[in-house]
């Protein structure tokens, strides 16, 4: 079983609709949860990023969570959204290290390596990020299933 953990800052906008939208694909074989490296417990996610994942016809409840060692522990993988996210759960969790990716880096893109930020951004915003984790997701999981091979 592969238990995937997206993060990001608070956990109101990216890991979450990451978590939305790789729980939306049904892999059985794969478990998902996010959380924020600053984030408050308990939260809801930002408006914007509910309304993207409704209107892809994605249902999920999601409520924040800060990062902890039981998160860490529980994860075969980490994806965060940027650099400094993956920094900050390396440096927080060092034993973590073989297992944290930033998601584009995994996917195997190249360049520029963090997923936009939609924060305080409008709905449109929020469409270009999602369709932007949809596409990274692809990929990680084309990757993952390698893996279990």
């Not at 609709?17 to 308990?42: H, P, Q, R, Y």
Request: one cysteine or more; glycine letters at 6%; charged letters at 25%.
């Amino acid at each position: 079983m592969q238990r995937i953990l997206f993060v990001c800052t608070g956990n109101t906008c990216r890991s979450p609709m990451a978590e939305a939208i790789l729980k939306n694909k049904n892999l059985g074989e794969i478990e998902v949860k996010s959380a924020g490296v600053f984030a408050v417990d308990g939260g809801t996610a930002s408006m914007n990023a509910e309304q993207v994942w409704q209107e892809n016809n994605i249902q999920h409840t999601h409520r924040s969570s800060m990062l902890s060692e039981e998160l860490v522990n529980w994860a075969t993988h980490i994806f965060t959204m940027t650099d400094a996210h993956k920094e900050s759960v390396i440096n927080s969790f060092p034993h973590s290290a073989d297992k944290t990716y930033r998601l584009k880096e995994f996917a195997g893109e190249s360049g520029n390596l963090d997923v936009s930020d939609p924060f305080g951004g409008n709905v449109e915003v929020y469409r270009i990020t999602f369709r932007e984790l949809e596409r990274f997701i692809d990929a990680a999981v084309t990757r993952l299933n390698k893996e279990k091979k």
